[in-house]
């Protein structure tokens, strides 16, 4: 398979999920739009592994892992403070100082505030990683043009 | 004072003089040992520090000892580490 064939199918992929998932809020299914991911992602996989005109060689790979890793190390961090804070909810921590505090009952997250938080963190991770990516692919030489 | 390639990288290599006395563009030797040719740009303007592996691919395609495509400048290391 072709490199552009690939696109094209990813492509349709990305827009028939869009429908999916729009259908599943409409019907209030939220597995279908679950499984539905699995299945493309495992789809993309399995067609990106027949692509033939893919050079991918160990300068891309490590543009590839040194981004990741450093997304990773970002995400956990925001990740632990947003946890440390839920956990701080849980245990009813009061602020300081103790005197004249009223102590309220925990006010947990609820899942349409999740919702938001795991959205609003989606959309950072893959806005650092295509920003990793261009700063580490910029380092490795990606846009370098010579003479010949 | 020792001139790094690029980054103060004590690694120097001669893929250009090698590919011009084979007669080779960047996209041929890209080609030959399976990389792409920004890889081999990159590796010779330092950007780019190739792995042992790729490092022996490229000297053997060569038909040549690896030190004498790649050379590494210890004293270039000194003066970065000053």
């Known amino acids: 398979m072709k490199k552009n064939s690939f696109y094209l199918i990813c492509g349709c ?10 259908y599943s809020v409409e019907v209030h299914i939220r597995f279908l739009a679950e499984i539905s991911f699995i299945v493309a992602i495992g789809g993309i996989y399995l067609l990106r592994k027949k692509v033939t005109d893919f050079v991918e060689d160990e300068r891309t ?17 925001i990740f632990c403070a947003f946890s440390i804070g839920a956990v701080m909810q849980i245990l009813y921590v009061p602020t300081f100082p103790r005197e004249h505090l009223e102590i309220h009952a925990p006010e947990l997250l609820g899942p349409r505030m999740m919702g938001y938080f795991q959205l609003a963190l989606l959309c950072l ?3 650092l990683y295509v920003g990793f990516r261009i700063y580490y692919a910029r380092k490795y030489g990606e846009w370098e043009t010579d003479e010949e | 004072m020792p001139v790094s390639m690029g980054n103060g990288r004590p ?6 003089v090698f590919r011009a006395m084979h007669d080779m563009t960047q996209e041929d030797l890209a080609r030959a040992i399976g990389v792409t040719r920004q890889t081999i740009l990159a590796i010779e303007k330092g950007k780019y520090v190739p792995s042992l592996d790729l490092a022996f691919r490229i000297s053997r395609h060569f038909q040549v000892n690896i030190e004498e495509v790649f050379v590494y400048d210890e004293t270039v290391l000194t003066v970065t580490a000053d």
């Open chain 1, 13 to 22: 992929i990305a827009l028939a999920l869009l429908v999916i998932f729009w």
């Open chain 1, 61 to 77: 790979a490590r543009i590839t892992e040194k981004a990741a890793l450093r997304t990773f190390q970002v995400f956990w961090v």
């Open chain 1, 125 to 127: 991770m893959i806005f």
């Open chain 2, 11 to 16: 690694m120097k290599n001669k893929i250009k």
